[in-house]
């Protein structure tokens, strides 16, 4: 079973990923959907599309960080590899088994060590701050879930302001400071949104 890291790098991926979830959401529905849908069925129906692409977005990123990754467990009981260290042993080719000399313990082809959990990980991608834990064997589908969730939210909100921009915003107030408001969320919502985009398709595509 994984166990939660305390790397400060990781827990404030963590922190600053939610913060820009919750945040989307908040301007998507309050900004986006209120001001131009809120008398339909349509802005009801985008709320509840959306909402449901972030708790998907929740859980995917919630099973991605607390679950197993494929950690190499310790053997039972202690063995010694002073010959391999050393030189004397016997070599081990690359599609065997090998030793790793941090863990002193044996890994299956494509395990690599990762310096941040201080275990061996089977089929390690990479370590991922923003998951605060490695991506590999049996995470890895989590983890490209959550590219995939990250990724139809990006493209969500994009869309939701272009929708709410090119309709009558028959609610909004005519007072300079809502419009202002208005503007600034926009413009915040659409920075998050391509950021975030261009960022998850570039490592769906090499998770891929």
């Not at 419009?179 to 398709?201: A, D, M, N």
Request: hydrophobic residues 50%.
């Amino acid at each position: 079973m994984a166990v939660f890291r305390l790397d400060p790098c990781g827990i404030i991926c963590i922190i600053l990923t939610y913060l820009a979830v919750f945040y989307a959401d908040y301007a998507v529905v309050e900004w986006m959907v209120i001001p131009t849908m809120s008398t339909s069925l349509w802005g009801a129906f985008n709320v509840v599309c959306f909402n449901t692409i972030v708790f998907l977005l929740i859980m995917a990123h919630l099973r991605a960080v607390f679950s197993d990754p494929g950690i190499v467990p310790f053997p039972d009981n202690n063995l010694d590899f002073s010959d391999m260290h050393s030189g004397v042993g016997s070599p081990v080719h690359k599609e065997d088994w090998t030793v790793c000399s941090r863990c002193e313990t044996y890994r299956p082809p494509r395990a690599h060590h990762c310096r941040i959990c201080r275990r061996c990980i089977r089929r390690m991608d990479h370590h991922c701050p923003w998951i605060n834990n490695c991506v590999g064997e049996l995470n890895q589908k989590y983890f490209i879930q959550f590219l995939v969730f990250v990724g139809l939210a990006s493209l969500y909100s994009v869309i939701m302001v272009i929708i709410s921009w090119a309709s009558d915003c028959v609610d909004c107030k005519n007072e300079m400071v809502f419009k202002q408001h208005r503007v600034i969320h926009t413009v915040l919502l659409l920075i998050e949104s391509l950021l975030f985009g261009i960022f998850v398709i570039a490592i769906m595509c090499d998770q891929v």
